[in-house]
């Protein structure tokens, strides 16, 4: 299997920092990449990794938090005392693995670390390996499959719609208000990772996004931008002006990976 790769992330027009981390990696030759990114690639016998995390937390909690889960994900699937996870069921164990230890280590470190209380993350993680993408998955981040221009959502939100503010006047618009996360990496001693398979097969387009961009855009407008762009590139790129021009009421951050072949 090859790859085209294209990796965004933007502060959006209202938020005053960016609380998302994203992260691609070749597990095969442990090439790591983050923030931004394209390339085109062959998919290794140790598979491909994207990541998409969104942080919350007061002060820099929301980016730090989002900043070790990536990192502690990608280190995790790379440990040279660990065998190599070429064989799917390894695989999709050692992706689960990785997000269960992130979320100690980020637990362990607010414990440490009392201002940061409350610091925590969503993580969406997806294994490109063999024929196959493998999704483990905490929070509200959303991965899909886009396959002729129909777009299949991997991850089922693990989020509630916050209820409207009826004390302003008027109500805060929903486009402005957060849902509220049922599970994050962080805030607990264990969560629960939720574990998916889909086999991907040539032009088919594996999404990854935070909810800054899937709560401004449809899924359907998001299938028709990435079947009409040549160029992942340019998909991610219109994505997150479409997003912006709704407002961009939070960070936007998306991974995009056609199949080649």
Same mark, same amino acid.
């Given at each position: 299997?090859?790859?085209?790769?294209? /990796?965004?992330?933007?502060?959006?027009?209202?938020?005053?920092?960016?609380? &998302? $981390?994203?992260? *691609? #990696?070749?597990?095969? +030759? %442990?090439?790591?990449?983050r923030?931004?990114?394209?390339?085109?690639?062959?998919?290794?016998?140790?598979?491909?990794?994207?990541?998409?995390?969104?942080?919350?937390?007061?002060?820099?909690?929301?980016?730090?938090?989002?900043?070790?889960?990536?990192?502690?994900?990608?280190?995790?699937?790379?440990?040279?005392?660990?065998?190599?996870?070429?064989?799917?069921?390894?695989?999709a164990?050692?992706?689960?693995?990785?997000?269960?230890?992130?979320?100690?280590?980020?637990?362990?470190?607010a414990?440490?670390?009392?201002?940061?209380r /409350?610091?925590?993350?969503?993580?969406t993680?997806?294994?490109?390996?063999? &024929? $196959?993408?493998? *999704? #483990?998955?905490?929070? +509200? %981040?959303?991965?899909?499959?886009?396959?002729?221009?129909?777009?299949?959502?991997?991850?089922?939100?693990?989020?509630?719609?916050?209820?409207?503010?009826?004390?302003?006047?008027?109500?805060?618009?929903a486009?402005?208000?957060?849902?509220v996360?049922?599970?994050?990496?962080?805030?607990?001693?264990?969560?629960?990772?939720?574990?998916?398979?889909?086999?991907?097969q040539?032009?088919?387009?594996?999404?990854?996004?935070?909810?800054?961009?899937?709560?401004?855009?449809?899924?359907?407008?998001?299938?028709?931008?990435?079947?009409?762009?040549?160029?992942?590139?340019?998909?991610?790129?219109?994505?997150?002006?479409?997003?912006?021009?709704?407002?961009?009421?939070?960070n936007?951050?998306?991974?995009?990976?056609?199949?080649?072949?």
């Amino acid at each position: 299997m090859r790859v085209e790769v294209c /990796g965004r992330t933007d502060v959006g027009r209202t938020r005053p920092g960016n609380e &998302d $981390s994203l992260l *691609v #990696a070749d597990l095969s +030759d %442990s090439c790591v990449f983050r923030q931004s990114v394209v390339l085109d690639r062959k998919v290794g016998k140790c598979g491909f990794l994207l990541v998409v995390a969104d942080g919350m937390g007061g002060m820099a909690a929301g980016e730090l938090a989002s900043g070790m889960a990536t990192d502690v994900i990608c280190s995790h699937l790379m440990q040279p005392s660990l065998p190599k996870a070429t064989q799917p069921g390894l695989f999709a164990e050692r992706l689960q693995e990785a997000l269960e230890t992130a979320n100690r280590g980020i637990h362990d470190y607010a414990l440490a670390h009392p201002e940061l209380r /409350g610091m925590g993350t969503t993580a969406t993680a997806a294994g490109l390996l063999g &024929d $196959s993408i493998y *999704v #483990a998955h905490v929070g +509200d %981040s959303r991965a899909y499959v886009v396959r002729e221009r129909r777009i299949r959502q991997l991850t089922q939100d693990q989020s509630l719609p916050q209820a409207p503010v009826e004390t302003t006047d008027p109500p805060v618009p929903a486009s402005n208000r957060r849902n509220v996360i049922l599970q994050a990496l962080g805030p607990t001693t264990q969560v629960s990772v939720a574990m998916t398979r889909q086999r991907v097969q040539k032009e088919d387009v594996v999404v990854v996004c935070s909810d800054g961009l899937s709560g401004a855009v449809s899924s359907t407008e998001i299938a028709g931008v990435v079947s009409v762009e040549a160029k992942m590139s340019v998909a991610c790129d219109r994505l997150i002006d479409l997003a912006n021009e709704r407002g961009g009421p939070d960070n936007i951050t998306i991974i995009l990976a056609r199949v080649v072949r």
